[in-house]
């Protein structure tokens, strides 16, 4: 996998070299950035540097933690600017070059995904989902990867793939009963 900005050997390297679970952190970074970069966007127009701070600091850990390293470097020349001057003079720079990096990503992501989606067997994907909630609800952190991980299969399935992508986002967001409710839904569509 190459993705133009992004060592993807560091990125990999942090997961143990899975790339499917590489991929499913470059989903939720991309889903995650892009409403981040509305809220800066936002606080540079309003000039509220604090937020603005605080907001490119969170950008500059997600960057480095997928191996985007040039952008995150950007932005914490950004987080330590002494001045409004230098954030004003980078900013539309660094959100450019932020948006052509999604998009990068977004072009990887979509050349992975499964032509035609996988084969659905609807038994296997009931006890993985019904795994991924118990492991939810008494917090086993092995099992939730576990069960995570064999779900993972079935996120390119034209029928099922977008509602196990939002549960797999919700659990690896924290938001467990989000997650779980996706899931029981999941199991009440799948009978």
Not at 31 to 51: G, H, I, M, V, Y
Not at 116 to 141: E, H, N, P, V, Y
């Amino acid at each position: 996998m190459r993705i133009e900005g992004v060592n993807v050997d560091k990125g990999l390297a942090r997961l143990g070299g899975r790339v499917k679970s590489y991929q499913k952190i470059l989903g939720v970074f991309c889903k995650d950035s892009r409403n981040k970069l509305a809220e800066l966007a936002e606080c540079f127009a309003n000039q509220d540097k604090p937020l603005y701070t605080t907001h490119v600091h969170g950008l500059k850990s997600a960057l480095g933690n997928i191996g985007a390293e040039k952008l995150a470097k950007d932005a914490e020349r950004l987080e330590l600017a002494d001045d409004w001057g230098y954030i004003d003079a980078n900013h539309a720079a660094y959100m450019e070059e932020f948006y052509i990096l999604l998009g990068n990503i977004d072009n990887v992501l979509a050349d992975a995904a499964v032509p035609g989606g996988a084969t659905i067997d609807k038994a296997k994907l009931s006890q993985a989902l019904g795994r991924l909630k118990q492991a939810l609800d008494t917090m086993d952190f092995s099992e939730m990867k576990a069960s995570a991980d064999a779900l993972m299969e079935y996120e390119e399935t034209p029928a099922y793939g977008g509602k196990i992508k939002v549960i797999l986002h919700d659990r690896l967001a924290g938001e467990y009963d989000a997650a779980i409710a996706g899931i029981d839904g999941l199991l009440k569509e799948l009978g």
